[in-house]
């Protein structure tokens, strides 16, 4: 949903790492990418406060309020 966000189509490595160090933009200059890495822990943040809901609140898996609450964190 971030990709759609903001109009990119990249690949996602499953390993975290890896994927925060592929989580890059070609198009972006080093500022822009930082803050790019920094979306980019907001909504892995987001991620795992809805895994906890789901997980102890018995909560359903909403995508849209996971990127919007990564959003708010930007």
């Not at 972006?28 to 809901?53: C, D, E, F, M």
């Amino acid at each position: 949903m971030c990709d759609i966000w903001v109009g990119v189509s990249n690949v996602h490595h499953n390993e975290v790492k890896k994927n925060f160090n592929h989580f890059h933009l070609t198009e972006l200059n080093r500022k822009g990418n930082i803050i790019w890495k920094g979306t980019w822990v907001a909504i892995i943040w987001s991620i795992w406060n809805q895994r906890n809901n789901v997980a102890f609140r018995k909560t359903k898996v909403d995508e849209e309020e996971i990127l919007c609450l990564a959003y708010l964190r930007i």
